[in-house]
Structure formats: structure tokens, C-alpha cells
């Protein structure tokens, strides 16, 4: 399905899911995906929505017609509701009608704005967004996400969920398993690993601390790096009986010719780690 997508309109979806979980939310439903739009391409909302009304209030008004649930981790996979999901295929859809090559975030917030019951496209509509206006402004300029290629940045951050489910979980292998063989991750005690068994061997004795699993693991940002890499970085909140305190991980992604693979992960720790030998 989303072959076609731009970086944009990829990262929209991350960023959705990465809304749901905030929220609380078991799915993800489309205030999530307007959410993500939002947070993602700023250009777009400021140009299209913002005239009509601050994207502060459209959140402010979200927050306010949803039940707020506790927060799931982000190891935890959420899926796209059946509405997200209509206008996710629908997206492609628009951008064959403008005869664009590319489904870009334009097409996304097109889309959102067919599903009429749907509280994103209320909320859009409440602000007099009008999506037969809004195709017409579209057709008509040959600028915009739609008309950049896919980029390859998108594959990576698709990537991150995986393997933050796998950092979550406190699976060691599946860990190790997507650094380049030349990757390297540095633990919060500042030792380096650079072998795929010895990765594994490092973030196994991370993993084996007492209250791993209590933790919370949150994105707090993603950022492209020379159009080169992403990376994103995460960080934990302590359990009820703290043993490392905060931990934050950043991860960079690199183009290799296998496709896009850990090059480097860097664990850091907000409070010095007690001694191996402490009682």
C-alpha cells in the first residue's frame, strides 16, 4: 500500500501511531493520522489550515471529544482502524485523480476530509476546509509533497517500531539483528560493541536489569540527517523501584546497499548506574 507514499506522507503515519499511544488508544484512529499530519509536514498546515483556525485548537478540540486513556507503550504495535485504513488507500486514489505520481500528504488530508462521519474530518470541516476547493488548489500546482519521489528515509522509519518493540521487550538478538555488521552500540555504561554477538551480549546484560520490563519507552523525536539517516531517540521512565533511572537511546540509520540498517545506537543514563559490586 504504500509504495507510492513520500517520506512525508510515511512519517505521518509513525507519527500517528506514536499519537495513539500517547492517547492512550488500543487503535489508530484518524484524530491520530491529523495529528501525525500535523506534527509532520507544518508547511502544509500552516498553508491549508491555519487561515482557518490555530492547530493548537484542533488538538485542544480532539482532546476534548476523546476518552483519554493510560499511556501503551510504543514497543506495543497498534492498528490502523478500518477507518484509517479507507483513507489510506483512498490517498492513492486522490493522487491519481490530480494525475500526481506520488501520494503525498496533501492527498492524506484530501482523504481524511472524504471520510465525512470521522472526528479529523469534523474537525477539519468545522474550520470551513472544503476538500473540492482544496483539489482544485492542489491540481493546480506542480509543487508540494506529491511531486518529490518517495524518498528512502521513509523505509527507516518504518522501521523504527520494530525495533523498538525489540528494545522494549528485551529481546537482545532480535536487537543485534539490525545493525550493519560495521554498526556499533555503546552502552549506558560507555562500553562499545561492534560484533553482532557482542551487541547482543551488551544489550542482554542492559536487558537483565530488574525492572527492564517496568519501563516505559516513548519517542521523544525524529530528525533526518543529511538526508543520510534518521534518528530517532527514545527514552525510558523508571520503574517503581528505580534501577537505572532514565535511559535514552539514539538510534542512526544509514542507507547501505542491503537496504537500511543500524549503523550506530548510543545508550545513555541520566544517573550513575550502581556499582556491579554495590550490596
Not at 521513509?154 to 560495521?182: C, E, I, N, T, Y
Not at 546497499?257 to 543514563?269: H, I, N, Y
Amino acid at each position: 500500500m504504500f509504495e507510492r507514499f513520500t517520506e512525508k506522507a510515511r512519517r505521518t503515519i509513525f507519527f500517528a501511531r506514536y499519537e495513539a499511544s500517547q492517547y492512550g488508544s488500543p487503535t489508530i484512529e484518524t484524530e491520530h493520522l491529523l495529528l501525525g499530519l500535523l506534527r509532520e509536514d507544518r508547511a502544509l498546515a500552516i498553508r491549508l489550515i491555519k487561515p482557518l483556525g490555530s492547530i493548537e485548537a484542533i488538538r485542544a478540540e480532539i482532546e476534548e471529544r476523546i476518552t483519554r486513556g493510560k499511556p501503551i507503550s510504543t514497543s506495543v504495535e497498534l492498528p490502523l482502524s478500518a477507518e484509517c485504513i479507507r483513507i489510506l488507500r483512498r490517498a492513492t486514489e486522490e493522487a491519481d485523480r490530480l494525475a500526481h505520481k506520488h501520494v503525498g500528504t496533501e492527498h492524506l488530508l484530501l482523504s481524511i476530509l472524504g471520510e465525512e462521519d470521522c472526528l479529523a474530518a469534523q474537525s477539519l470541516k468545522s474550520r470551513s476546509l472544503d476538500p473540492e476547493k482544496l483539489r482544485v488548489e492542489l491540481g493546480s500546482k506542480s509543487g508540494g509533497d506529491s511531486a518529490q519521489p518517495a524518498e528512502p528515509q521513509g523505509a527507516a522509519v518504518l522501521r523504527v517500531a520494530p525495533l523498538l518493540s525489540a528494545w522494549g521487550a528485551g529481546d537482545a538478538k532480535r536487537f543485534a539483528q539490525d545493525f550493519h555488521p560495521q554498526g556499533e552500540f555503546t552502552n549506558v555504561t560507555g562500553a562499545s560493541a561492534t560484533s553482532a554477538a557482542e551487541i547482543e551480549k551488551a544489550a542482554a546484560r542492559l536487558f537483565a536489569s530488574r525492572d527492564w520490563r517496568k519501563k516505559e519507552w516513548h519517542i521523544h523525536d525524529v530528525q533526518l540527517v543529511a538526508n543520510l539517516a534518521i534518528v530517532p531517540v527514545f527514552s525510558g521512565e523508571p520503574g517503581p523501584e528505580p534501577q537505572l533511572g532514565e535511559i535514552r537511546l539514539i538510534l542512526v540509520f544509514k542507507q547501505f546497499s542491503q537496504g537500511w540498517l543500524l549503523l550506530k545506537a548510543e545508550a545513555s543514563v541520566t544517573e550513575a548506574l550502581p556499582s556491579e559490586n554495590a550490596t
